[in-house]
């Protein structure tokens, strides 16, 4: 068992009957998804799930789990998911796939959002391996982008996988990946990004994540 497995093995284990569950996005991911799946079957758990993507909708329903739309509820029980980065503070890096703003509503409607992860994802501040990704209106992503570079990012609009076009998001927005000055903190770039006219979400999580569970070889330490 991997790492990934490990700790996504345990994030199900706080799974109880009758909870509703949101389902992220990614490898590590996708091993809580078929471990919740495998509690179902072995315990005859009784949980609906809410999936922060299609892609994990569709392996949560072909796992047997039973899945409903965010539209239906207006809170959830437990979210799981993974994330890019992770500060000493708990700040997380997210969405550098398509689904930041789906993300951010289930880590907001969730009594408890436990994030899964391994030692890589580790960083000393946000934005230390990768661009943040920041999610704009089409019709506003000059605007917004002049405000961001304002504040001192630089970056440009996220291509698409095949190089031929642009990034475009399960909402139909565009992807702006930035880069920003070490001396802007992660709760600072929070509060200043969501000042942005334009800006649909961004990709930092500040004070949103319950628990993290982090492995490292096998063994998992749990922050709160």
């Known amino acids: 068992m991997n790492d990934?497995?490990?700790?996504?093995?345990e994030a199900a284990s706080y799974v109880k009957n009758d909870m509703i569950v949101g389902?992220?996005?990614?490898?590590?991911?996708?091993?809580?998804?078929?471990a919740l799946a495998a509690r179902q079957q072995q315990e005859k758990l009784r949980i609906t799930t809410v999936a922060s993507s299609n892609i994990s909708m569709i392996k949560a329903q072909s796992a047997g789990l039973t899945v409903l739309?965010?539209?239906?509820?207006?809170e959830i029980d437990l979210y799981v998911d993974g994330a890019d980065e992770i500060?000493?503070?708990n700040s997380l890096l997210k969405g550098r796939g398509y689904d930041l703003v789906m993300e951010k509503l289930l880590a907001r409607a969730a009594k408890e959002f436990i994030v899964v992860a391994d030692k890589s994802k580790l960083v000393s501040r946000i934005g230390e391996n990768y661009p943040i990704p920041?999610?704009?209106?089409?019709?506003?992503?000059?605007?917004?982008?002049r405000s961001i570079e304002a504040l001192g990012g630089s970056g440009d609009l996220r291509p698409n996988a095949a190089k031929d076009g642009l990034c475009i998001t399960s909402h139909g927005s565009l992807v702006l990946d930035m880069r920003f000055?070490?001396?802007?903190?992660s709760h600072q770039l929070n509060a200043l990004l969501n000042n942005i006219p334009g800006v649909v979400e961004h990709g930092?999580?500040?004070?949103?994540?319950?628990r993290i569970l982090i492995a490292d070889q096998g063994k998992i330490e749990t922050r709160a």
């Open 4 to 9: 990934k497995q490990a700790v996504a093995l």
């Open 23 to 34: 389902l992220g996005t990614g490898s590590t991911a996708n091993y809580f998804i078929e």
């Open 69 to 74: 739309s965010l539209a239906q509820l207006s």
């Open 87 to 89: 500060t000493a503070d």
């Open 134 to 145: 920041v999610e704009v209106m089409p019709f506003a992503w000059q605007a917004a982008k």
């Open 181 to 185: 000055d070490a001396s802007i903190d």
């Open 204 to 210: 930092v999580f500040a004070r949103l994540a319950s």
